[in-house]
């Protein structure tokens, strides 16, 4: 899993950011109950194989209400266009999939603060829901970053990620509920412009 990241200061106290990450994940296992999925059934001891794949892409622009020359304070809006596919076959089934992008809109709080010359920490929580009537949605995501500056252009970073997507349609392409979380840690390597 990685995740690439860009965030470009103008006019002094403006932000924007930019983030993409995917994730894909299968599995195959046998299952202990009948499973309905689309126009299939899947039945008891069948060896069923699954797919998760998870696209997102995180934009937002933000104000820094606060600034100072070691600290920086500010708020933010901003969206997560998350696209998701899922699949369920077995050896006696053909697989079928089910897809949906959803864009999440969020509002974001941020904070960095220069602890040394070299030393930095960064905060940010993006949070809010959306109801679109065939989407229904909610995201929460914070990370927390200490970041190390050994020369002027370039960062070795250590943080931590938490997101959370729950993710429902309606919609004609997927009728059904996903929860997506994802937390860990997280090493970056960053360079500065």
Do not use: C
């Not at 943080?159 to 997280?186: F, H, L, P, V």
């Amino acid at each position: 899993l990685g995740v690439l990241t860009v965030r470009v200061h103008f006019l002094d106290r403006w932000q924007f950011e930019a983030e993409y990450f995917r994730h894909e994940r299968d599995n195959e296992r046998r299952v202990t109950r009948t499973i309905d999925w689309g126009n299939a059934t899947l039945p008891i001891e069948a060896a069923v194989r699954s797919s998760f794949d998870l696209e997102d892409t995180r934009m937002s622009f933000g104000y820094s209400f606060y600034k100072t020359k070691d600290k920086e304070v500010g708020l933010g809006l901003g969206a997560h266009v998350t696209r998701f596919e899922a699949s369920l076959s077995s050896e006696r089934r053909e697989g079928q999939a089910a897809a949906e992008t959803a864009p999440l809109p969020f509002l974001t709080v941020y904070a960095r603060f220069a602890l040394t010359d070299r030393w930095l920490l960064n905060i940010r929580v993006d949070r809010l829901s959306l109801d679109t009537g065939d989407i229904d949605g909610e995201v929460f995501s914070s990370g927390t970053e200490f970041v190390y500056q050994p020369w002027r252009h370039f960062n070795i970073a250590l943080g931590y990620r938490d997101i959370n997507y729950q993710i429902s349609s309606t919609g004609e392409d997927w009728n059904g509920k996903a929860q997506i979380q994802q937390s860990g840690a997280m090493l970056m390597f960053t360079s500065t412009f």
